[in-house]
Nanobody, 119 residues
Framework: QVQLVESGGGLVQPGGSLRLSCAAS????????MGWYRQAPGKQRELVAR???????YYADSVKGRFTISRDNAKNTVYLQMNSLKAEDTAEYYC?????????????WGQGTQVTVSS
């Protein structure tokens, strides 16, 4: 079993910044990747950014150049630095991890943290 604890959401004005954190705890052989998804009201959950154990990153086109994902392997924590925030970034943000335990891969989700961009 793996637990993901997110923090860092809140209310910010357009153009502002926020930093989300997600700490993983539990048992695994390997964390394959950690990532951030978001879901706005009435919309499907979408991938925002993802980082592999080797440090490779992926960003959705809508956040490229504004968001940066990073990872502290020693702390099993992933961060999402969000700059130049826009109203359309408003959503519930979820952390997700894919781990290997035994011979199987498993996905786990965090509980979500709300990001609201509004003046």
């Amino acid at each position: 079993q793996v637990q993901l604890v997110e923090s860092g959401g809140g209310l910010v004005q357009p153009g502002g910044s926020l930093r989300l954190s997600c700490a993983a705890s539990g048992r695994w052989f390997r964390i394959n990747y950690m990532g951030w998804y978001r879901q706005a009201p009435g919309k499907q959950r979408e991938l925002v950014a993802r980082i592999t154990s080797g440090g490779s990153t992926y960003y959705a086109d809508s956040v490229k150049g504004r968001f940066t994902i990073s990872r502290d392997n020693a702390k099993n924590t992933v961060y999402l630095q969000m700059n130049s925030l826009k109203a359309e970034d408003t959503a519930e943000y979820y952390c997700k991890t894919d781990i290997t335990y035994g011979s199987m891969n498993y996905d786990y989700w965090g509980q979500g943290t709300q990001v609201t961009v509004s003046s």
